[in-house]
């Protein structure tokens, strides 16, 4: 049932702004089902493993078919309305995969965590900000330097990092979200520092030292200063990328080992991270088509989370999409690709509903989550702040959904872009 996945979401609510339809239309079928003429909705793995413009296309030929299964992909979804179908598959609509993805959220919300104490959230936004902006600008500069053939110097990253760490340790919900956020021309560097703030909170969910936490964090840092020798046009093209250039593009890992390398005082865990965070737990990743347990804990953590953040964040032609249908997808895809038991680590550590995640209320309103509380996690602390069924927006109200007299609950989660809410209005 699962497995029928989430594919709807994306094409309905992430990239094409069509009209959503409540027509079983959408199946999920193994690879080698698939045959010119049928029209693949979602391609089944991350935008940045796949060379398409686009998750979705009509397929025309058998050369397409055998680009897909040298990606690795072994079951994708096709919709049955818009090229042919494949008999004795069951179909699905995009609300049904929606409310799947939320249902097994709530099972894993099922498993009970033990509260930590966090820092007062408002005076820690306070503090992630400056942190952001500081955070940003010291990769920028880094990734500048190395563009200059200049060697990465860890003393400048250092501090930053113990200041990241800090921050997500003293209230996670302050700096994550607005991690989240990129502006179109700092994308990689601002997801360098999401990554590396993603992964000091994962780290910490798996109960790793500070000093582990540290090195991973460097390397969620410096995963991608690899990308500093991928020229730009390459790196931001809106359209589907050639053999020659997908080559070039996925080189940023190999160059990202050779500056790392030639890093003085760098570790094997911050290499580990940079170096295998595009492997692939059944083999189909790169450089190094490394399997399994070959791929170390911390190259299995940074390619989780570099998909993660990839996938959430908007870039000029792909829509970010909902974190908490980003989680589903990474569970749909651990089936292959990702430790499944990491993920799921993962889905706990960022929780359910990822704060600055739209949510859908029982009563009918929308809000932001704001706070999470991990022992509740169905029931964070939300800003409400629009109508869904009256479609305008109300005078914003923080409510805690764990207060014992709070009749209101979540629903489901929902998308900034559906309602027209301008997300960076209620993260920023
Ligand atoms: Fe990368």
Redesign the pocket.
Known sequence: MYRAGFAGIIFFREIEQEEMTQANTIKLIGIGQLRPGMYVQDVNCSW?DHPFATNHFMVKSVDRINEIKALGVHELYIDTARGYDVEGVPARSADDLRHEVDARMVEIARQIQTEPQRADLRLEVERARVLHTEANRIVRGLIQDVRLGKQVELEQIEPVVENIIDSVFRNQDALLPLARLKDHDNYTFQHSVSVSALLVSFGRGLKLERPIIKEIAIGGLL??V??AKVPDDILNKPAKLTEAEFAKMKS??VQ?ILILQHTPGISRIALDVAAQ??ERYDGTGYPNQLKGEQISLYGRMGAIV?VYD?ITSDRCYHKGMAPTAALGRLLEWSKYHFDPELVRAYVKCVGIYPSGSLVRLKSGRLGVVLEQHVDKMMQPRVRVMFHAEHKRYLQPEDIDLAWPGCIDSISGHEEYEEWNIDAKRWLG
Do not use: T
Request: hydrophobic share 25%; charged share 25%.
């Open positions: 940045m995963h991608d690899g990308k940023h890992v990202s965070h595009h570099d990839a």
